[in-house]
């Protein structure tokens, strides 16, 4: 029986999940059209290479989350857990060419083989942003500012909170990471397993720990925001300013770092409380080194990435589909006329339902089932008129109305 059960993680989207979704992600490329953002679709499996050398070998993703196979040839192969490092490589293996800054979204399934709880998936869905080729201050102005207008098309803004903090340029960084790990050096027997793998190879990440031992000692470490050059401090107070002058709230979060370890400057989330322990729904940065680490030209980046699924419980729920006019034949001589009549209607841009066998009795009760605004009856007598008997499903109100005026009378239920 097992093998009929979805694999642990993943869920169908059953039609009225996809309502949500879609109002989520046609709200998102619609603003993100507005910024002049095009859309962009990578494959859903890359060479496992691709993730490990841009989300680098000791991020959760890399060593925990990817479901990585190989191919009859040997090849190792991942499915795709983000959408960054796909658009990257494609950007190298054959975009560059075009003019930057380049602005690219994307929207698709994701996977990470993760620990089940509500707000996370072994499969999602993620619509995301790129900026490529744009440096300054600004290009995170953008992005942020667009991702907090597809917040608020989504009616989420009064429940959301945009989270901000700066990781600095790699000077910073550096000089940063000598301190935070002569710190952390001195507390090694409390730091967890994974904090201690991670302090030679990756000490920020650290700070993203949700380790209870870990948190008591991060909560006395030295602040990233105390080891910041000038350039740094410049460039984050630009992105603030910006923010402000785009009337886009925010709070710094001193010990907010990504789980991924291509990014510099700019790092932010958007999290809510409305989600339970999943607080994130939209979160991203800068990564100016990731795409000059995956072998192609220095290119400067900002981006983010929201969680469709995550959004799509925040919403408030998307109207259904279209109330259909349900075509009635009563009698074998109508049908034909029936069949023809409904698809006349569709092509006349209606949306029109014909039931599928059955008395009027059983037709218009599924008619009304069906949520059927109007049903169009057609019997033997209306057959001999060139008319049809529309029956308002509201009220039971019923008119003969010509077939050649039926378009311009039912126009009302559309
Ligand atoms: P988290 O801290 O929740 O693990 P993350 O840092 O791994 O998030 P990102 O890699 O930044 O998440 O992905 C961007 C967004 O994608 C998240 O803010 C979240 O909304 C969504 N997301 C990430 N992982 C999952 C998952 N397993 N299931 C559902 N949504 C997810
Ligand atoms: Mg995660």
């Known amino acids: 029986?097992?093998?009929?059960?979805?694999?642990?993680?993943?869920?169908?989207?059953?039609?009225?999940?996809?309502?949500?979704?879609?109002?989520?992600?046609?709200?998102?490329?619609?603003?993100?059209?507005?910024?002049?953002?095009?859309?962009?679709?990578?494959?859903?499996?890359?060479?496992?290479e691709v993730f490990k050398r841009t989300l680098g070998e000791t991020s959760d993703i890399v060593t925990k989350e990817m479901f990585s196979f190989e191919d009859k040839k040997g090849r190792s192969l991942a499915l795709r857990p983000e959408g960054t490092a796909g658009v990257a490589r494609a950007f190298i293996s054959g975009l560059r060419s075009e003019q930057l800054p380049l602005k690219l979204f994307y929207q698709g399934p994701m996977f990470r083989y993760e620990r089940m709880q509500k707000g996370r998936q072994r499969q999602f869905h993620q619509f995301g942003?790129?900026?490529?080729?744009?440096?300054?201050?600004?290009?995170?102005?953008?992005v942020i500012t667009l991702g907090a207008h597809v917040l608020d098309a989504l009616g989420v803004a009064d429940k959301v909170t945009l989270e901000l903090n700066t990781l600095g340029d790699a000077e910073s960084r550096q000089s940063y990471r000598t301190k935070l790990v002569g710190y952390l050096?001195?507390?090694?027997?409390?730091?967890?397993?994974?904090?201690?793998?991670?302090?030679?190879?990756?000490?920020?990440?650290?700070?993203?720990?949700?380790?209870?031992?870990?948190?008591?000692?991060?909560?006395?470490?030295?602040?990233?925001?105390?080891?910041?050059?000038?350039?740094?401090?410049?460039?984050?107070?630009?992105?603030?300013?910006?923010?402000?002058?785009?009337?886009?709230?925010?709070?710094?979060?001193?010990?907010l770092v990504r789980g991924l370890d291509y990014y510099c400057h700019t790092a932010f989330e958007f999290t809510t409380e409305t989600l339970g322990a999943q607080g994130a729904v939209l979160a991203g940065g800068r990564y100016d080194g990731l795409i000059e680490t995956m072998g192609g030209p220095p290119t400067p980046g900002t981006g983010w990435a929201a969680g469709v699924e995550r959004l799509a419980l925040m919403i408030t729920e998307p109207p259904g589909p279209a109330r259909p006019v349900a075509v009635v034949p009563v009698g074998e001589a109508a049908e034909a006329e029936a069949l023809s009549l409904t698809q006349k209607l569709r092509q006349a841009g209606f949306t029109a339902d014909l039931g599928f066998?059955?008395?009027?009795?059983?037709?218009?009760?599924?008619?009304?089932?069906?949520?059927?605004?109007?049903?169009?009856?057609?019997?033997?007598?209306?057959?001999?008129?060139?008319?049809?008997?529309?029956?308002?499903?509201?009220?039971?109100?019923?008119?003969?109305?010509?077939?050649?005026?039926?378009?311009?009378?039912?126009?009302?239920?559309?």
Not at 129 to 142: F, H, N, R
Not at 214 to 222: E, F, K, L, Q, S
């Open 1 to 48: 029986m097992s093998d009929l059960q979805p694999p642990r993680g993943t869920h169908d989207i059953l039609p009225e999940d996809h309502r949500r979704h879609r109002q989520v992600t046609e709200t998102a490329r619609g603003i993100a059209a507005r910024y002049g953002y095009e859309e962009i679709s990578t494959p859903v499996f890359e060479f496992s």
């Open 129 to 142: 942003v790129e900026l490529l080729g744009a440096d300054g201050p600004l290009a995170d102005i953008e």
């Open 185 to 255: 050096e001195g507390f090694k027997d409390k730091l967890s397993e994974d904090s201690l793998a991670r302090l030679d190879r990756n000490p920020l990440r650290i700070l993203d720990s949700k380790d209870q031992g870990d948190r008591a000692v991060i909560a006395g470490a030295p602040l990233l925001a105390d080891h910041l050059n000038d350039a740094s401090k410049a460039f984050f107070e630009d992105v603030q300013k910006g923010l402000k002058t785009a009337g886009v709230e925010y709070e710094i979060n001193p010990t």
């Open 357 to 414: 066998s059955g008395n009027l009795k059983k037709r218009l009760k599924g008619a009304n089932k069906a949520g059927a605004a109007a049903a169009v009856i057609i019997g033997e007598d209306e057959l001999a008129k060139g008319a049809a008997t529309v029956r308002d499903m509201e009220t039971g109100e019923q008119t003969e109305v010509k077939l050649s005026a039926l378009e311009d009378h039912l126009a009302r239920y559309r």
